[in-house]
Nanobody
């Protein structure tokens, strides 16, 4: 399984971006899908997760601003990011997890300028 993240870039504070994560096969509904991020000098942290049944949860730091979703027909995971802040600057990774396997995408850089 390959996960290809895209959509990162440079945006001003208060702006929006939508990240996409394309999977090489139909895995979204059979895995717990998530977005993580890693800022310079910091540990990787969970941003948002969508469970097999469609329930979502997100980190307190992004609640109300970021929304995770998936399109099973397109094998694509999304992260809509609104009201971006400089502290959201990080490399964002998509992740697929099941009982046996843990897959990571290559990361896409999001830079938010103040």
């Amino acid at each position: 399984v390959q996960l290809q993240a895209s959509g990162g870039g440079l945006v001003q504070s208060g702006g929006s971006l939508r990240l996409s994560c394309a999977a090489s096969k139909n895995i979204l509904s059979n895995n717990i899908m998530a977005w993580y991020r890693q800022a310079p000098g910091k540990q990787r942290e969970l941003v948002a997760r969508i469970w097999r049944g469609g329930t979502t949860n997100s980190a307190d730091a992004v609640k109300g601003r970021f929304t995770i979703s998936r399109d099973n027909a397109k094998n694509t995971l999304y992260l809509q990011m609104n009201s971006l802040k400089p502290e959201d600057t990080a490399v964002y990774y998509c992740n697929a997890l099941n009982d046996r396997e843990n897959y990571w995408g290559q990361g896409t850089l999001v830079t938010v300028s103040s």
